[in-house]
């Protein structure tokens, strides 16, 4: 999870203080590739994890972190590096405190996992009819919501993770547990970010 983090950061960071790149890569046809492409990995890796060796899952996860930099190198461009890092660090100790609930925590938060998923859909789709509407009140929900939404997954994908080990490792699934590891390290990673992203559209400083 973390080298995906690096990657998408150092690829954002490279391309988005290049105004030139990130005109090129946000207008006409190429916009939307930057878009869904990373949407459309994240689909397809976890379509065909059990066809998959752990290797390549690996190197999907990599490939997939760096188009993320990819489709958020925009930030560079639209909020000053101090509010970028700013919200970085507030990410990192929400996400550390979420994440370390999920793993100690004696009760059982399974039953969220169906209502944060049906919320994340519901985020997708608001997030999608908001390109053509550009309402900031519609933006401004979805961004607080989409906090909610991502600090509860944290919790839950970490206590779900810990489960699914406990669980192999008891079984002797051996073959199964490095890449139960790699989508465990997708989904923190998604949740991670997406509440960066989230908490940068409340509260970033604008260039």
Request: proline share 1%; aromatic share 14%.
């Amino acid at each position: 999870m973390s080298i995906g983090l690096f990657l998408t950061g150092g690829v954002a960071y490279i391309v988005g203080n290049n105004e030139t790149r990130v005109m090129s890569l946000f207008t006409g046809m190429s916009r939307w590739v930057v878009m869904f492409a990373p949407l459309v990995v994240v689909f397809a890796m976890g379509s065909m994890i059990n066809r998959l060796r752990a290797s390549t899952a690996q190197l999907i996860f990599y490939a997939f972190s760096a188009l993320m930099g990819l489709s958020i190198s925009y930030i560079f461009m639209i909020y000053t590096s101090v509010s970028i890092a700013q919200t970085f660090l507030v990410t990192s100790i929400a996400f550390a405190g979420l994440s370390l609930y999920g793993y100690t925590t004696k009760r059982n938060i399974s039953g969220m996992g169906s209502f944060l998923i049906m919320g994340v859909i519901g985020l997708i789709v608001a997030s999608i009819v908001n390109i053509w509407m550009q309402s900031p009140a519609l933006m401004y929900a979805i961004s607080v919501i989409g906090v909610l939404i991502f600090a509860g997954l944290t919790a839950y994908d970490t206590q779900k993770i810990k489960n699914t080990y406990i669980q192999m490792a008891q079984n002797g699934q051996n073959e199964w547990i490095e890449k139960s590891a790699i989508m465990g390290a997708l989904s923190l990673y998604l949740d991670f970010l997406n509440m960066f992203i989230f908490l940068l559209h409340l509260f970033g400083n604008r260039n």
